[in-house]
């Protein structure tokens, strides 16, 4: 099987792939039968909406081959790949409870971690009430005289201090 990537590249000694939605699962496959058998790690960023991107790392038995596989998902949802590696049952239950991102071809299952706390915390549009609450050291002033429009803290958008 041939595998159409939209852009790869090596660095720090990973082959980057950048592959489609529909090409997740079985570019996931493909590397497993070239000898990737192991499974690193797998994390999103979110890019506001219900876009994200997910990024996987996968690896030969002596971590002598890497591949770091992406991918921009448009609407929160992808192919599980528990079915090709086992291991990544934990990883795509934490960035279903930190992110809401839907893997698809799987049974309901537990939260990666017990928490009464509801919400997808690293989304980038979600408002943390705390992060609202707390004085941002950045707004101290060094001058009592000096006069500049005090900065929000990181994360934290203009609109929600209305």
């Known amino acids: 099987m041939s595998i159409e990537f939209l852009k790869n590249r090596e660095q720090d000694g990973a082959t980057w792939l950048w592959v489609e939605p529909t090409q997740w699962l079985s570019t996931h496959q493909q590397l497993l039968s070239d000898g990737a058998v192991r499974f690193e790690w797998l994390t999103a960023t979110h890019n506001l909406g219900d876009e994200f991107v997910l990024t996987t790392c996968v690896a030969n038995e002596a971590l002598t081959q890497k591949w770091i596989v992406n991918s921009t998902v448009p609407d929160a949802r992808i192919d ?22 839907i893997f698809k071809g799987v049974d309901a299952r537990n939260p990666a971690f017990a928490t009464d706390f509801t919400g997808h915390p690293l989304r980038r549009d979600f408002q943390l009430e705390p992060r609202m609450q707390t004085p941002w050291p950045g707004a101290v002033e060094p001058d009592e005289n000096a006069r500049r429009r005090p900065s929000l803290p990181p994360g934290v958008f203009p609109e929600w201090s209305k």
Not at 95 to 101: A, K, P, R, S
């Open 80 to 101: 599980s790949v528990i079915g090709v590696y086992p291991l990544a049952d934990f990883h795509e239950r934490e960035v279903e409870q930190l992110f809401g991102v």
